[in-house]
């Protein structure tokens, strides 16, 4: 019986799911997670959740047939994502979306953009932790940060990047930035603009149920899972 791992990085617990080719859970684990705080920011650590989603993995593995696993999966909680330089490092921590730093912002862009044309073209209300303020948020604070940022990538895609070595970004994840356009599926380009942003400032998009690429031979290994394992897209956790 088919057998597919998902992998979810929720804000309370990071856990690793198996389930079969009836939509039944076969086995389970999760582990804790919480944001670094300092006073009233929050940021996630990413090596941590990364390291828990192995063990969660190797936990359910070790319980499952892992001949019969035909695919893997990653869901996390949508906006939250971090700047990496063009040499593939994460060079700014990841701004969750608990951190109240950019409620300031919010009200800032307010004043910069139209706002009905925004909500129009892109459907996302009004949230202080949409990644349009952490990227605003980022340029008028961390200006050498944001002069280096080769690319913005989302904590999902930041997860199956470690999975396959390819960098993509889940069209669902970029939908709930307030920078995409729901007439063309793509980026906002008069929001990129303001951002002094273009669409090569992210990896390439790609749709829920796409193939990313197949888990590298080492990281198949670490988790004993079948080589040539494919990856797939999948949406982010809350669908709003």
């Given at each position: 019986?088919s057998?597919?791992?998902?992998?979810?990085?929720?804000?309370?617990n990071?856990?690793?799911?198996?389930v079969?080719?009836?939509?039944?859970?076969?086995?389970?684990?999760?582990?804790?997670?919480?944001?670094?705080?300092?006073?009233?920011?929050?940021?996630?650590?990413?090596?941590?959740?990364w390291?828990?989603?192995?063990?969660?993995?190797?936990?359910?593995?070790?319980?499952?047939d892992?001949?019969d696993?035909?695919?893997?999966?990653?869901t996390?909680?949508?906006?939250?994502?971090a700047?990496?330089?063009k040499n593939?490092?994460?060079?700014?921590?990841?701004i969750s979306?608990?951190?109240?730093r950019?409620?300031?912002v919010?009200?800032?862009?307010?004043?910069?953009?139209?706002?009905?044309r925004?909500?129009?073209?892109?459907?996302?209300a009004?949230?202080?932790?949409?990644?349009?303020?952490?990227?605003?948020?980022?340029?008028?604070?961390?200006?050498?940060?944001?002069q280096?940022?080769?690319?913005?990538?989302?904590?999902?895609?930041m997860?199956?990047?470690?999975?396959?070595?390819?960098?993509?970004?889940?069209?669902?994840?970029?939908g709930?930035?307030?920078?995409?356009?729901l007439?063309?599926?793509?980026?906002?380009?008069?929001t990129?603009?303001y951002?002094?942003?273009?669409?090569?400032s992210?990896?390439?998009?790609?749709?829920?149920?796409?193939?990313?690429?197949a888990l590298?031979?080492d990281?198949?290994?670490?988790?004993g899972?079948?080589?040539?394992?494919?990856?797939?897209?999948?949406?982010?956790?809350?669908?709003?």
């Amino acid at each position: 019986m088919s057998i597919v791992i998902i992998l979810d990085c929720g804000a309370t617990n990071v856990r690793a799911i198996a389930v079969n080719e009836t939509g039944n859970i076969i086995a389970s684990h999760y582990i804790a997670n919480a944001t670094v705080q300092s006073g009233t920011q929050h940021v996630w650590d990413y090596k941590q959740i990364w390291t828990k989603l192995i063990e969660c993995c190797n936990k359910i593995t070790a319980n499952i047939d892992t001949q019969d696993v035909c695919a893997i999966s990653v869901t996390t909680f949508g906006v939250d994502g971090a700047p990496f330089d063009k040499n593939g490092n994460q060079i700014y921590p990841i701004i969750s979306w608990k951190c109240s730093r950019t409620v300031p912002v919010m009200h800032g862009v307010e004043k910069d953009l139209d706002r009905g044309r925004l909500y129009k073209d892109n459907g996302i209300a009004d949230y202080s932790f949409n990644t349009l303020y952490k990227l605003k948020w980022l340029r008028d604070n961390e200006p050498l940060v944001y002069q280096n940022m080769d690319k913005f990538v989302f904590i999902s895609s930041m997860v199956t990047h470690n999975l396959t070595g390819k960098l993509t970004t889940d069209r669902t994840m970029a939908g709930t930035s307030m920078l995409t356009n729901l007439k063309t599926g793509g980026w906002r380009q008069e929001t990129l603009d303001y951002l002094n942003l273009t669409s090569e400032s992210f990896p390439p998009l790609v749709d829920a149920g796409d193939v990313i690429a197949a888990l590298t031979p080492d990281i198949a290994t670490l988790l004993g899972l079948p080589m040539g394992t494919p990856v797939i897209s999948t949406g982010h956790d809350t669908q709003f």
